[in-house]
């Protein structure tokens, strides 16, 4: 019995030192383990290139609101209409417009003070300057392949006089 138990073992030893010597398939378990890791990074560059794009589109579409608001800065609905009529189609459902936010900051030469926009706005004091800016933001849902980014935002902002 004891001889038999050496001879499995010395001919498994032998068995196992020719499949480690043995050099075929090496290529192809190299060419398995970078190309898992290069069609990974490939999917992570798309995924990547596609959140640039929409980002792109989406600050395209808030300037085109804010464009708009600089010539209408009261007419919100109108404003959040130009933003929408400027993304893709299909994106206007999922989108996320908030009503655009204005400011008022009083002006001078040395400072910056900001005061709230009440109806047209209120007059600062002698030699300060008023300027009027008007906020406007949009969001989008983002269903990423990888990189884990979730949504876009861009914000704007508009000078009106």
């Excluded at 209120?122 to 009027?132: F, K, N, P």
Aim: hydrophobic share 40%; charged share 10%.
């Amino acid at each position: 019995m004891q001889g038999w138990h050496c001879m499995w073992i010395s001919g498994c030893r032998a068995a196992l030192t020719r499949v480690f010597r043995d050099r075929r398939g090496t290529s192809a378990m190299e060419f398995a383990t970078i190309g898992t890791l290069m069609a990974g990074a490939f999917i992570a560059l798309v995924d990547l290139g596609n959140v640039a794009q929409q980002r792109i589109q989406l600050q395209e579409a808030v300037r085109a609101g804010g464009s708009f608001a600089a010539v209408n800065p009261t007419n919100s609905t109108g404003i959040v209409n130009a933003v929408k009529n400027a993304v893709p189609s299909g994106w206007s459902t999922n989108m996320s417009v908030p009503v655009p936010t204005t400011t008022c900051i009083c002006w001078n030469s040395a400072t910056s003070t900001e005061s709230s926009c009440a109806g047209s706005g209120t007059a600062c004091g002698t030699g300060l300057t008023v300027r009027r800016y008007i906020s406007v933001s949009a969001s989008v849902p983002y269903s990423a392949l990888m990189s884990g980014i979730t949504s876009n935002t861009a914000t704007y902002m508009a000078r009106y006089e």
